[in-house]
């Protein structure tokens, strides 16, 4: 079953460690760290590239 992706700016649906999949220009992320998000909390930008990225639960 394929991860569910969320973008930079939606809220989590669930609190959880998530990590960065891609960024969403299509660019490979080269950041591997993870965020912990309570349920609702908004999802920021990728931390290493400081730009909009799509995340799924780690």
Known sequence: M?????KT???APES???KV???VN???STD???I???EGDQFP???GENEAAYWVKA
Do not use: I, V
């Open 9 to 11: 700016g939606e809220k």
């Open 45 to 47: 930008p990728s931390p």
């Open 2 to 6: 394929a991860n569910e992706q969320y």
């Open 32 to 34: 591997n760290s993870e």
């Open 36 to 38: 912990n998000l309570s």
């Open 26 to 28: 299509g660019n490979s």
């Open 16 to 18: 959880g460690n998530y």
């Open 21 to 23: 999949d891609q960024l």
